[in-house]
């Protein structure tokens, strides 16, 4: 019999029933799979047919010329860190040249887990600092050695059994397959782990990644008297067939096992038909000889595919029995050979149907003498010896074998694995007090930082709320648990779980409480004063004296000087300058990469634009060096940020949308600045209700308006109120965050709070606040690092001397924009100009006109189409409107300028009134303007809604 890579009947071998019903799903998979790269999930209950969908698609396209490469998930795998999909490299061989083979240096990784390609693979970029790489390592060496050998599908069967660094892996891959891969993934919803998403989050396929996702249903009547006229001809009477529709209701293995005892009767068509899958394998099995039959059961028993020599050894038999043993019972279809020296059923379904049959005494009689085989091989499985101790009853024994299994699963490097048994062992309600103790710590250790974390993060809540655990502990894994809610899920209650774990640990574990003290005198919201901040630091360089733990020293500086730039305190960028960028320890390596990571992110609150792109940098190749994910990830998003304050404006969104699509379920800490920017755009462009929505968002992400990052979003906010002459809710939302800024000595955060608060509030009459205000953010950003809050403090004392002095106000605003200009932004630079521009105008200083017709054509090369206007409408307003050229082109059916702004605002479903403030045009200008887009693009108001212009 022909055998497919998973044990599947090979598409097209003799006897194997036709391939039926699932045309429309093996059309879209192929359309998907060509249309590389793309990702395929294929969902359907057991027995269903997506192994054998997965095999007919994957003979198609091996016979255009792509690889196949096919793993399979097992529910008692032993430990190997990505198993499946190793399992599926080592394919590749087949592919490889012999010599010449021009590899990325990042492939080496694989070698520690594919040995027998360990000479074809290039040397690792340098040793890994464990036994396996960390999975982002192996994610980015898998996508090597796809690309080398690509045009390629990676097929991945049955990846509910999936452990978690599996999924993960799979995660990774997913999200940036390389360009001439496929994935294609199988699954049953109902038995991925806490029917959550398959891998572990909702998976998006990022932007230029086509894909699928197919769930198959039972077959149709129809189609199986195709599949029976396929085996049996004409003896594939409507009587049979009805009859096997309704035993099997369009379950496609159940239907092909029917056929092949039907097929198998001498005489065509039998007096009577199975009722049920289990009848079918008694009735076949009945057939076998005595030590076959007792082979077969062993293996129902034994659950995975195993060797011959196993096999034998289990049911008690000698070599050569158990080899006519095997030989009948693969002759009979009843076990399929899966793989070299490899032997089972060829679908869980079909052993789930033995193992029932076999009765409950000989069953345990069965597990017992599996125990002892396995236990006798020179490398126990101990993942397969804890499942058959616990079927036996023995809690004790699985106890004992299950760490042990999830020890080695960490001593190998195969975190998932070792995460999947520590749960089970966790979920245990008699686990004895140490032993719950020791599997706790082992989860949140190898845990803290996964990609999906909502399990763990559940598991460890309910740890550290349990009695039992020795304090100390308790407060490691409370650590680990606030870790995780603050890095991983964004979860603000992760602070008071830290604080609560220095108490537990300060005593006993200095070092631990070091790092706990350490975060939290740096954590961006308000939980703590800037002095307390301070006092956290100081506490935890104090509980570090004479500790010779070099990584937890190099943390605490990390944090001190993230702390302190902050605050824009100068010493902070001499401090940074001394951490080591190489040493022997790569976790201090990583701190400093963290350290200027965050003086990044810090630098751009701050203006210090060139240093924070510098920094951005540095910590980039840092990260990518030691494969430090989160911080890569975050180093990216910098650039974006850069970018945009820079004036790269023109395809920014678009920019922003591919970088998001590949880290769409990746909390990160600056998504408030981001969506910032997305609004001070929107704003700029006219789109304010887009704008507001942006705004919004941040905002309601801070209830108790706590977060420094959302600074801007409520000034931004606020000045879309202030426009609709609502002052008395522009003054509400700036005054909910200025209590922040003393508290936080954070007035150096150049996010246009304080500039925007001085504007309303000397709308609103208020000057003593706005004098106020303004002398106070002097006095917070003097002698500090902020070249930003320094032009926002110029903008404060411009507004404040507007009424009384214009020409000193002029001056003012004039500094502001030369500090922008000399900081980088553009934009920034252009809106301080227009504010000496008007005040130049109450001089009735004729370089009014000079400077708003530079600042004009500015906001024009950012599309800032809203500040613009405004300017041009002041131009006009001063007789200087710029001249029209001569001979102005005819744009027949193609909108204008003009009209494609009018266009975006319609998109956006501003009404015409807003349509004239915002373009600063008359309510008659802008009918006429709607009518002529409507007309050119042939549709109604309503249709335009949600158009790209």
Not at 518 to 539: D, N, P
Request: charge should be negative; include cysteine.
């Amino acid at each position: 019999m022909a055998v497919a890579r998973n044990g599947q009947r090979s598409p097209g071998a003799p006897g194997v029933p036709a391939f039926v019903g699932r045309a429309r799903e093996l059309a879209v998979l192929l359309s998907a799979a060509r249309s590389r790269p793309s990702v395929v999930l294929v969902e359907g209950p057991a027995g269903i047919g997506k192994s054998r969908l997965a095999a007919e698609a994957s003979a198609v396209l091996a016979a255009e010329g792509v690889r196949v490469l096919t793993g399979d998930c097992h529910p008692l795998r032993e430990p190997l860190a990505y198993g499946p999909v190793i399992e599926a490299l080592r394919d590749v061989d087949a592919w490889l040249p012999a010599t010449g083979w021009n590899l990325g240096a990042s492939a080496g990784w694989l070698a520690a887990l594919l040995p027998d390609l360990a000479d074809r693979l290039p040397a690792p970029p340098r040793p890994p600092a464990g036994p396996v790489p960390p999975r982002h390592q192996i994610a980015q060496a898998v996508r090597t050695v796809l690309a080398a050998v690509a045009p390629a599908l990676l097929v991945i069967e049955d990846v509910h059994w999936a452990d978690e660094a599996t999924r993960e892996l799979l995660l990774l891959l997913g999200r940036d397959l390389p360009r001439d891969v496929a994935l294609l993934l199988t699954y049953r919803a109902e038995d991925v782990p806490g029917r959550g998403p398959l891998l572990g989050v909702a998976f998006r396929r990022p932007p230029n990644t086509s894909g699928a996702e197919l769930s198959l249903g039972p077959l149709t009547e129809q189609d199986v008297a195709d599949m029976a006229r396929s085996v049996l001809g004409p003896a594939a009477t409507p009587v049979l067939v009805r009859a096997l529709y309704s035993r099997s209701e369009g379950l496609a293995l159940v239907a092909e096992e029917d056929l092949i005892t039907v097929r198998d009767h001498q005489g065509g068509e039998p007096s009577g038909v199975p009722r049920s899958l289990r009848e079918v394998f008694a009735e076949r099995v009945e057939r076998l000889p005595p030590e076959a039959v007792a082979l077969v059961d062993v293996a129902a028993v034994l659950e995975v595919p195993v060797s011959e020599g196993l096999l034998g050894a289990t049911a008690a038999l000698e070599p050569a029995p158990a080899a006519r043993a095997l030989t009948a019972a693969l002759a009979a279809g009843v076990l399929r050979e899966l793989g070299p020296d490899s032997y089972g059923f060829a679908h869980a379904l079909a052993r789930r149907a033995h193992y029932d049959n076999i009765p409950g005494p000989e069953r345990t009689r069965l597990h017992r003498h599996a125990l002892a085989a396995l236990r006798r091989l020179p490398n126990p499985p101990l993942v397969q010896i804890a499942h058959h101790t616990r079927l036996l009853g023995d809690a004790q024994a699985w106890l004992t074998h299950a760490l042990a299994a999830a020890d080695q699963a960490v001593e190998v490097g195969d975190q998932g694995t070792a995460a999947t048994l520590l749960h089970e062992i966790l979920e245990e309600p008699r686990l004895p007090p140490e032993l719950h103790a020791r599997a706790a710590l082992s989860l949140a250790r190898i845990a803290w930082d996964a990609t999906e974390y909502t399990r763990t993060i559940a598991t460890l809540r309910r740890i550290v709320a349990g009695p039992g655990l020795p304090v100390a502990t308790r407060g490691e894994i409370r650590l680990d648990l606030g870790l995780m809610l603050l890095n991983q899920a964004a979860d603000p209650s992760g602070e008071g779980e830290i604080e609560r774990a220095v108490a537990e640990l300060e005593a006993q574990r200095p070092e631990l409480a070091a790092r706990a003290m350490s975060v939290l005198a740096m954590w961006e919201t308000s939980r703590f004063s800037a002095a307390e901040q301070r006092a956290w630091i100081e506490r935890a360089q104090a509980a570090l004296a004479g500790s010779d733990d070099r990584a937890a020293r190099a943390s605490v500086a990390a944090n001190r000087i993230t702390l302190l730039a902050a605050m824009g305190r100068p010493e902070a960028a001499g401090e940074l300058a001394a951490l080591p960028r190489e040493d022997e320890d790569p976790e201090v390596v990583r701190h400093t990469a963290r350290a200027l990571a965050n003086a990044a992110e810090v630098g751009i609150c701050l203006g210090q634009d060139e240093r924070a792109a510098h920094h951005t940098e540095e910590s980039l190749a840092l990260a990518e060096r030691h494969h430090a994910h989160a911080l890569i990830v975050h180093c990216r998003s910098y650039r974006l940020l850069l970018s945009w304050t820079a004036g790269e404006w023109a395809d920014w969104e678009e920019r922003y949308a591919a970088f998001r699509s590949g880290y769409l379920d990746e909390p990160l800490a600056v998504d408030d600045l981001l969506a910032t920017v997305q609004g001070i755009t929107a704003a700029a462009r006219g789109r304010t209700a887009r704008a507001t929505e942006r705004f919004g968002r941040v905002l309601a992400r801070d209830p108790a308006r706590k977060n420094v990052n959302a600074l801007g979003a409520a000034a931004g906010l606020a000045r879309l109120q202030l426009a609709r002459d609502d002052a008395e809710a522009a003054w509400r939302t700036v005054a909910d965050y200025l209590p922040l800024l003393p508290r936080k000595e954070q007035w150096v955060y150049a996010w246009d709070l304080v500039p925007a608060a001085v504007e309303i509030a000397l709308h609103r009459g208020d000057r003593a606040t706005a004098e106020d205000l303004t002398a106070r953010h002097r006095a917070g950003t003097e002698g500090t690092d902020a070249p930003g809050a320094q032009a926002e403090a110029l903008v404060c004392r411009g507004l404040v001397l507007r009424a009384q002095d214009p020409a000193g106000a002029a001056a003012e605003f004039d500094r502001a924009r030369l500090l922008w200009t000399v900081i980088g932004r553009p934009y920034h630079a252009a809106l301080a100009g227009e504010q000496a521009a008007r005040a130049l105008v109450d001089l009735h200083d004729g370089e009014a006109a000079a400077l708003l017709t530079g600042i004009a054509e500015t906001h024009e090369r950012l599309g800032a189409t809203t500040d613009a206007a405004r300017c041009l409408r002041l131009l006009r307003d001063l007789g200087q409107a710029r001249p029209r050229p001569r001979g102005r082109a005819g744009y027949g059916d193609r909108l204008s300028p003009r009209e494609q702004q009018v266009g975006r605002l319609l998109a956006d479903g501003a009404g015409n009134k807003e349509i004239a403030a915002v373009l600063f045009l008359s309510p008659r200008t802008v009918e006429q303007h709607v009518a002529k887009v409507l007309r050119k693009l042939g549709c109604t108001r309503d249709e335009v809604r949600g158009r790209t212009f």
